[in-house]
Nanobody
Framework: QVHLVESGGGLVQAGGSLRVACAAS????????MGWFRQAPGKEREFVAV????????RYVDSVKGRFTISRDNAENTVYLQMDSLKPEDTAVYYC???????????????????WGQGTQVTVSS
């Protein structure tokens, strides 16, 4: 089992940058595929990015490609989401999530992730 805690959210102007982090408990962090999701008010939770166990594979939702970068530090049990060129439509609560497997067809599915953090608010002002 793994416990996830996000941090680093906040208020930023459009065009700015922010990095959110997710710290995981336990000694098996490298056994998990890590994902970032976000949920805006009145909308469903959506996939943002995923990174495999040692960072060899990453995937992004089209709307953040070229602006967001997911990375992980297995020695520190932490996964990051660097967000650049932020837009007001990026405003949401950002969640990290963990799963044991990577599915090329379902890495974006919230139902396939076993563990979730409590979320961190990111607000982008125009």
């Amino acid at each position: 089992q793994v416990h996830l805690v996000e941090s680093g959210g906040g208020l930023v102007q459009a065009g700015g940058s922010l990095r959110v982090a997710c710290a995981a408990s336990g000694r098996t962090f490298s056994s998990y595929v890590m994902g970032w999701f976000r949920q805006a008010p009145g909308k469903e939770r959506e996939f943002v990015a995923v990174i495999t166990w040692r960072g060899g594979t990453t995937r992004y939702v089209d709307s953040v490609k070229g602006r967001f970068t997911i990375s992980r530090d297995n020695a520190e049990n932490t996964v990051y989401l660097q967000m650049d060129s932020l837009k007001p439509e990026d405003t949401a609560v950002y969640y990290c999530a963990a799963r044991r497997t990577f599915g090329v067809a379902d890495y974006h599915s919230t139902q396939k992730y076993d563990y979730w953090g409590q979320g961190t608010q990111v607000t982008v002002s125009s």
